[in-house]
């Protein structure tokens, strides 16, 4: 069984930065896709960057320009780095990885960005 575990969320002023972590219990090697989702009250889950095991990178539209999500192989983790924080992004965010094999998530980290 993979256990993801997220860590970093917060609360922060608007502009405001924080910096998301996602532990896995095994190599990371094991995904072909790693990601990050958030889900707001009353909203469905959306997705908000993926990174592919050879780096490349998908983000929404609402995340371009703003959050950069890099992954870290000899520590087994994924990073989501946003800046430029918004009462918007206010969520639940969750990490997600999968393979032909997986397809786990982590438990959710809230974040809240209000004056």
């Known amino acids: 069984q993979v256990q993801l575990v997220d860590s970093g969320g917060g609360l922060v002023q608007p502009g405001g930065s924080l910096r998301l972590s996602c532990a896995a219990s095994?190599?990371?090697?094991?995904?072909?896709?790693m990601g990050w989702y958030r889900q707001a009250p009353g909203k469905q889950r959306e997705l908000v960057a993926t990174i592919t095991k050879g780096g490349n990178t998908n983000y929404a539209d609402s995340a371009k320009g703003r959050f950069t999500i890099s992954r870290d192989n000899a520590k087994n983790t994924v990073s989501l780095q946003m800046n430029s924080l918004k009462p918007e992004d206010t969520a639940v965010y969750y990490c997600n990885a999968r393979s032909i094999l997986f397809d786990s998530w982590g438990q959710g980290t809230q974040v809240t960005v209000s004056p």
């Open positions: 095994i190599s990371i090697l094991n995904f072909n896709v």
